[in-house]
């Protein structure tokens, strides 16, 4: 079993150039997978968390690219792959799973046509055998009469149905990696359990690695492996899931927390991080959480650099100058 | 699918009654029904006969009746010049519109959704902007005008086509068709080009509308995000969602073009019903007028249930609620 | 462990918003981004004025009986008339000179064309809104209406009016608006059922308004934007419409000229190659319509939700 991380992201940097602006959707953001591990990816909206997972797949649209940095999957560079490549890696080796799924399946394609069609982009293989293939992912995800759902078109579907559909499409191919952005968001809560439940079996039997995308700590909080927490389109704090929501480093991940309803003792007035996300065109200067941050001091006005914090091997990272967790080799 | 076919046709039959009675009360109540249906110059003797076999002196739904009658078994009057059946003249016409709108409207589809898409999937490129640039025009320029100006190109400049008329005809089916000779291929290219630009342009922009919306649905990323080659993307993806309102729009299209015809028949002298139509207005021929108006409100009946039912086969969410209410 | 703050006094201390952009400054500046339509406003922008200054610009007054030379007849463009002024554009088969008839005629057709527009417009969006705010059985009839006029192409409704009606200014100006206001009232009322659905209008209603408030001042403006792109292309359908009318010869009479009679005037001469009398006609005509349409095109573009992403 070999070390090499599965994925290895290092200062990857996506920009988009509009009219209005350059938008640094995604700014430095270095960050390592391994095989058969699950890394939560969380922030609000705009954080850049979903482009993220769209640089890593090459679905990046214009006005916006990759403009520096460097993604290895298995050693190998996907940054500036040609386009012929990326698609072969892409419904292969790396598969996704997107928000809605009223919208992600095709609505006049029947479900066996989208499914079958997956297999054969990658794969010569027979007809007979990609709908038994298809069949089996039907069953794998927990759909009951996978014949006659075959048959169907997607608004015969419940949304959890469909989203089931989606999940079995991205592993028809047995990826290594699967990126699942926000894939419960619009489902409801006992449906959504039910796909956490789905996507942990399933990624635990095939071992495939999942960068879960999602904006819901309680979410990740019983899934991931690893968290890496974004804001305006940086990272600013990750280690492993159970020492991040224990004892946050950085301060927006502890103000995360604490606006979490249920941690708040009952009848005390519900705590909320003062004002909002800084619109990506007009970032201030230094720290980009600079203006919310309760720890704020004189030396956040330059923009501060990943480090090590906590017990060395770790893996612990923040981005802060007054973290809540000493930094290595600091005094206690 | 039987009840909704049987519910459509008898709301057809509703619309198409009350049209009757619209085409009725317009010619026969608005102005002078005596001066309108018979000859003007009849003399008094004529009048009177004419009047009393036209029904012309009982009350007015009893008139509606006669006239419904005479509807069933196909007669809608003589015509005044021509002292035939109106619908005859009609009906012998028909096979020259028919022509010329066909020939049209292949043209517009054979270049208008390929144009489209192209337009549609690369927007900003100079093709792209050329082609939209292009539709506009074909959008503005008045049909007639066009009509002209081909001409003056063409016969009189370059003296490659014919400038008027129907080249000649061979019977096909029983129908009198022109374009299985190279003359009438000569004959019927430019008036056939004439009224296939707008819905040329029509179409390149709905194509490219549809192409651009579709390319942002979140199951193109999808597609992509599955490894799909862009040909499949975009031939399967792509194509089978924007076909569907692109077929509908051809449908009730094509009823326009029929209408249209008529202003390129008045240009280029095709013997078709819309000249017929023109000639009847300018010499008040009003016979011919109103089996003309029923003729086309009849063939737009038609085809508009003929469109409904497509589209029904063609998207499936329509058709599952349809068996399910 | 440091204490959150009081979110009060710290939503101060929020990052100002950007100067506050009105909607029209907006829609101004995604319009002019594009070249093209720009170009097509500012060529509208000089055919409306000559249409309107055309009597103070145009060489010679061409109704005026008085000024017309029959010796002048059919002169190719360019020729001098006998007192020695040029007809740039040419003459007509009464010795008219085509730039003034032109001009004059550039009048006829833009008159005709906005006065039907905003009729049309007018009595389309009272009864959409009407329709769309009361619902029911009202909504229900006003829309059969609608649909069954627009299943059919306005040239055939045109021609009907007028073998109906018989000829005149007014009556193509009343067949225009027959044939227009059923594509307003559609567009009114689509918009506004998307609006009715939506919060503002149920907070509206919460607020007891009177519904002459509501549907003026809370519905109207939202369903403007769709009103305005319908409102630019039914202007260039209108004046094409009138232009195809009265080249047939059903359209306005010889006393009010439009650029489309102008050309039906020139078409017995086209096969003898003087092309000039119905060419310039139709190239002014064309550059009416494709400058208006141009202009809509941009301002779809811009106003349409589905392609902002």
Redesign the interface.
């Known amino acids: 079993m070999s070390d090499a991380p599965l994925l290895d992201v290092q200062g990857l940097r996506t920009h988009f150039f509009t009219r209005a602006g350059i938008v640094k959707a995604v700014d430095d953001v270095s960050f390592a997978l391994a095989r058969g591990e699950v890394l939560g990816l969380v922030g609000e909206s705009g954080s850049g968390k979903s482009i993220t997972g769209y640089s890593i797949m090459g679905l990046v649209d214009a006005p916006g690219r990759v403009v520096a940095g460097s993604m290895r999957l298995s050693g190998r560079e996907l940054v500036g792959l040609p386009p012929e490549e990326m698609r072969k890696l892409r419904g292969n080796r790396i598969a996704m799973i997107f928000q809605d799924p009223m919208m992600t399946l095709n609505p006049v394609l029947r479900i066996d046509r989208q499914m079958v069609e997956a297999i054969h982009a990658h794969e010569k293989v027979g007809r007979k055998a990609a709908l038994a293939r298809a069949r089996d992912a039907l069953v794998a995800v927990g759909i009951p009469s996978p014949d006659e759902r075959l048959a169907a078109f997607p608004h015969q579907f419940s949304g959890g149905m469909r989203q089931r559909v989606a999940i079995a499409i991205a592993l028809l191919n047995r990826p290594d990696l699967v990126i699942a952005d926000e894939p419960t968001t619009a489902l409801d809560v006992t449906i959504q359990g039910q796909i956490l439940y789905e996507m942990q079996k399933l990624t635990r039997d095939t071992g495939t690695a999942v960068i879960w995308i999602t904006h819901d700590l309680s979410v990740v909080a019983g899934l991931a492996d690893r968290i890496c927490v974004m804001y305006a389109g940086r990272i600013v704090e990750q280690g492993r899931c159970v020492d991040v929501l224990t004892a946050p480093a950085h301060p927006y991940t502890q103000g995360l927390l604490d606006s979490v309803p249920s941690r708040n003792p009952h009848g005390a007035r519900l705590r909320q991080i003062p004002g909002m996300t800084p619109s990506l065109l007009a970032l201030p200067a230094g720290c980009a959480f600079r203006d919310r941050c309760p720890r704020a001091g004189v030396a956040c006005g330059a923009a501060p650099a990943m480090q090590e914090v906590g017990s060395a091997g770790g893996g612990r990272g923040v981005r802060c100058h007054y973290p809540l967790v000493a930094p290595l080799g600091a005094a206690a | 699918m039987l009840v909704y076919i049987i519910r459509r046709s008898l709301q057809s039959l509703v619309v198409l009654v009350a049209m009757s009675i619209i085409v009725f009360a317009g010619v026969y109540a608005v102005g002078n029904p005596i001066d309108i249906l018979i000859n003007p110059q009849a003399d008094q003797i004529d009048r009177e006969r004419a009047i009393a076999s036209l029904g012309l002196d009982k009350p007015l739904y009893a008139q509606y009746l006669v006239f419904l009658q005479g509807a069933f078994s196909g007669d809608l009057g003589k015509s005044f010049v021509h002292a035939t059946s109106a619908l005859g003249l009609i009906l012998e016409r028909m096979p020259a519109t028919l022509e010329l709108a066909l020939a049209a409207m292949l043209i517009a589809i054979v270049l208008g959704i390929p144009l489209g898409l192209w337009a549609g999937l690369r927007p900003n490129s100079v093709a792209g902007r050329t082609i939209m640039a292009t539709s506009i025009l074909g959008f503005s320029l008045p049909t007639f005008w066009v009509g002209l100006m081909l001409i003056m190109v063409f016969s009189v400049m370059l003296g490659w086509l014919p400038s008027n008329g129907r080249g000649p005809t061979v019977e096909l089916l029983g129908v009198p068709v022109s374009f299985l000779s190279l003359e009438g291929w000569r004959h019927l290219v430019m008036p056939a080009t004439n009224l296939a630009l707008f819905k040329l342009a029509l179409l390149i922009r709905l194509t490219r509308a549809g192409t651009r919306e579709a390319l942002l649905q979140d199951y193109v990323k999808f597609a992509r995000a599955k490894g799909l080659t862009n040909a499949r993307v975009i031939g399967v993806h792509v194509l089978r969602n924007i076909l569907i309102p692109i077929v509908t729009v051809i449908g009730l299209e094509f009823g326009s073009v029929i209408a249209f015809a008529i202003v390129t028949e008045s240009v280029f002298a095709w013997p078709g019903m819309g000249k017929l139509l023109i000639d009847s207005i300018n010499l008040l021929d009003r016979p011919v007028i109103v089996a003309y108006l029923l003729v086309i409100v009849s063939i737009f009946i038609v085809i508009n249930l003929i469109v409904d039912l497509l589209y029904s086969l063609l998207d499936p969410r329509v058709r599952v609620t349809e068996s399910q209410g | 462990m440091?204490?959150?703050?009081d979110?009060d006094t710290?939503?101060a201390?929020?990052?100002a918003p950007?100067a506050v952009e009105t909607p029209a400054g907006r829609l101004w500046r995604d319009f002019v981004?594009n070249p093209?339509a720009v170009f097509g406003l500012g060529l509208l922008g000089i055919i409306v004025f000559l249409a309107i200054f055309a009597p103070l610009i145009s060489p010679q007054n061409p109704y005026d009986l008085a000024q017309l030379d029959i010796m002048d007849a059919r002169l190719p463009p360019g020729s001098a008339s006998a007192e020695g002024h040029p007809f740039w554009l040419g003459t007509d088969d009464q010795g008219r000179d085509m730039l003034s008839a032109i001009f004059y005629g550039l009048r006829i057709s833009l008159a005709v064309g906005a006065a039907s527009t905003v009729l049309a417009l007018l009595i389309g969006l009272t009864l959409g809104l009407v329709a769309a705010y009361v619902g029911g059985r009202v909504e229900t009839l006003v829309m059969r209406i609608v649909d069954?006029q627009l299943?059919?192409?306005a040239?055939?409704i045109a021609?009907?009016l007028?073998?109906?009606?018989g000829q005149g200014t007014g009556k193509v100006i009343a067949a225009l608006v027959t044939i227009q206001w059923a594509y307003y009232a559609r567009t009114v009322r689509s918009a506004a059922l998307v609006e009715k659905r939506k919060e503002y209008m149920e907070a509206a209603r919460c607020l007891a308004l009177p519904p002459r408030v509501i549907v003026f001042r809370h519905l109207l403006p939202n369903c403007l934007p769709a009103m305005m792109v319908v409102a630019t292309v039914q202007v260039?359908a209108a004046i094409?419409l009138e232009?195809?009318l009265s080249?047939?010869?059903?359209g306005l009479p010889i006393t009010e000229p439009s650029l489309?009679l102008l050309?039906a005037n020139g078409?017995q001469y086209?096969?003898s190659?003087k092309?000039w009398i119905?060419?310039f006609p139709?190239i002014a005509?064309?550059c009416t319509?494709?400058s208006?349409?141009?202009v809509a095109?941009q301002l779809r573009d811009v106003l349409n939700p589905?392609?902002q992403?």
């Open positions: 440091a204490t959150l703050p979110t710290d939503v201390r929020t990052t950007r981004a093209v069954i299943s059919f192409p040239i055939l021609l009907i007028i073998a109906v009606l260039a094409a232009a195809t080249f047939l010869g059903l489309g050309i078409y086209l096969l190659g092309y119905s060419f139709g005509l064309l319509i494709v208006i349409n141009l095109d589905r392609l992403r």
